[in-house]
């Protein structure tokens, strides 16, 4: 398959994590949460620690499985 990122998709068989970065707020967090909401499990990444253990914690609270990293 071509497609405009030059990138062939990837044959996932078994579990899935969906990870995320820049995911403190925004549309990283919006992303996430879409996933989450999909029952996938995400690991999100972020450089606010606060906020991104806020995100974390909404999705935690929604039923999702999530982790989370600070980092830049």
């Not at 405009?4 to 967090?29: C, F, T």
């Not at 992303?31 to 974390?56: H, S, W």
């Amino acid at each position: 398959m071509n497609n405009r990122s030059g990138l062939e998709p990837i044959a996932v068989q078994g579990s899935v994590l969906i990870a995320g970065v820049g995911a403190s707020n925004g549309l990283g967090a919006a992303i996430a949460r879409r996933f989450a909401a999909g029952g996938y499990p995400v690991a999100i990444a972020g450089r606010n620690a606060e906020k991104l253990a806020a995100t974390a914690a909404e999705l935690a609270a929604d039923g999702a499985r999530v982790t989370h990293v600070v980092g830049d």
